[in-house]
């Protein structure tokens, strides 16, 4: 079984030694996976038990975001500037348990949609992973939206621009690909996809990348399980996505499909 070890151990340093000099490949995903779950536990502490202080569970939590961003060479700077948009970001998270509850007759209790929900589990790390997103943090915020996919099968892309009062019901098969935007007070159900009509080619056929390719989706619009919807297309206020359709055209404010 070791016979090949040093063979194998040669290849591996020759075919991977960039990445090994390259500290932005050295990720520690526990560490990433311990932040989600100690900063949800500061942001509901009436909720979710811990044994530390509100002020040493702070100190805890900023002390580990700062450890793995040191790790993809990305200094205190943003570690300030994430601090920075927490109260906007616990208004947001309140008016996602506040859409949720009111919306699903099934909700005892917002303790319950914070702790059971997958539809808020997957939301709370999105809004954690954009803000990184938008700070150019690299592969972290992907890491974080990979944690929640796995635990939720809810796919929503660090890129992705959602307003406030969103609203995931069961949520499982759910996927909102990068530059798509969604509006405030909108609710989808399991199964939807907000994705790409067709991918652009250079003229040497390779793929391009970093432009407008997912659609927009206005204020209260509700979107039922399994709906397609594709391109840069725009699903006007008011509207109502049905079950199993698939949209690849604008959608007018209003409209019923």
């Known amino acids: 079984m070791l016979e090949n070890k040093d063979l194998v151990l040669d290849t591996i340093l020759n075919k991977r030694s960039p990445e090994i000099r390259d500290n932005q490949a050295r990720i520690d995903s526990g560490e990433i996976l311990l932040f989600i779950q100690e900063f949800k536990k500061l942001l509901f502490p009436s909720i979710i038990l811990h044994q530390r202080k509100l002020s040493d569970q702070y100190e805890h939590c900023f002390n580990l975001l700062s450890s793995i961003l040191s790790k993809v060479n990305v200094d205190d700077v943003i570690t300030s500037k994430f601090i920075a ?145 594709m391109g840069k297309i725009k699903i006007g206020d008011k509207s109502i996505i049905g079950a199993n359709a698939v949209v690849t055209e604008d959608v007018p404010e209003g409209s019923v499909i």
Do not use: M
Not at 144 to 168: L, M, Q, R
């Open 85 to 229: 948009n927490i109260p906007q970001l616990i208004d947001l998270l309140d008016k996602d348990i506040d859409a949720i509850y009111n919306g699903d007759p099934s909700s005892k209790s917002k303790a319950e949609i914070v702790l059971c929900y997958p539809g808020f589990g997957a939301i709370f790390g999105h809004r954690i992973a954009h803000i990184l997103y938008k700070y150019d943090v690299p592969i972290i915020p992907r890491v974080i939206n990979e944690f929640c996919h796995s635990k939720t099968g809810i796919d929503i892309h660090p890129g992705a621009s959602i307003g406030e009062y969103f609203c995931i019901d069961h949520g499982t098969g759910v996927v909102i690909g990068e530059t798509a935007t969604i509006g405030n007070h909108v609710r989808i159900y399991h199964g939807v996809t907000l994705g790409v009509k067709n991918f652009l080619k250079d003229e040497n056929n390779n793929l391009v990348k970093g432009y407008k390719r997912h659609p927009d989706v206005g204020n209260n619009v509700v979107i039922y399980a399994n709906a397609t919807i």
